[in-house]
């Protein structure tokens, strides 16, 4: 009958060490969560923002994708993503009602007139 309180403080052992471990594993997550929010400034607010994407063609993308004071027009494939443009946060704003839906459709195709008729000009010179 002796072996049974054995048994017993040695289970008891075993799940109060237990108990210890996953607290620290908590905390330690814990902490980790807090500082890698700290390194990225805050968890609150976003800077990136994804405006739109336009699927051209299987795994071929076009995205506008706004940063503090730019919004760039990307090129999304399925091994690379190309910068295609840049352009200023104030016009798309313009372009871009806030009470309407997000689409840059008019702004791709107006961007790709400016394009081309600079591509004209430069022949035609």
């Known amino acids: 009958m002796n072996g049974m309180p054995d048994m ?8 109060a060490s237990l108990g210890v471990v996953l607290a620290m594993i908590l905390c ?4 980790a969560r807090k500082l890698t929010r700290q390194r990225t400034g ?4 976003r800077r990136i923002e994804v405006l739109e994407s336009h699927y051209m063609g ?11 004071g730019k919004v760039l027009v990307l090129g ?7 910068l295609l ?18 689409s840059f459709g008019p702004i791709l195709s107006d961007r790709l007139k400016r394009i081309g008729s600079g591509f004209r000009g430069k022949g035609n010179a």
């Not at 017993?8 to 799940?15: N, V």
């Not at 805050?42 to 607010?45: K, R, Y």
């Not at 840049?86 to 997000?102: A, G, H, R, S």
């Open 8 to 15: 017993m403080s040695a289970g008891l052992k075993m799940i």
């Open 28 to 31: 330690l997550l814990y902490g």
């Open 58 to 68: 299987v795994k071929k993308t076009i995205s506008l994708v706004r940063v503090p």
């Open 85 to 102: 443009d840049t352009l200023d946060d104030d016009i798309v704003q313009q372009q871009i009602p806030e009470d309407e839906p997000k």
């Open 42 to 45: 805050g968890g609150g607010g």
């Open 76 to 82: 999304i494939t399925g091994d690379r993503i190309n």
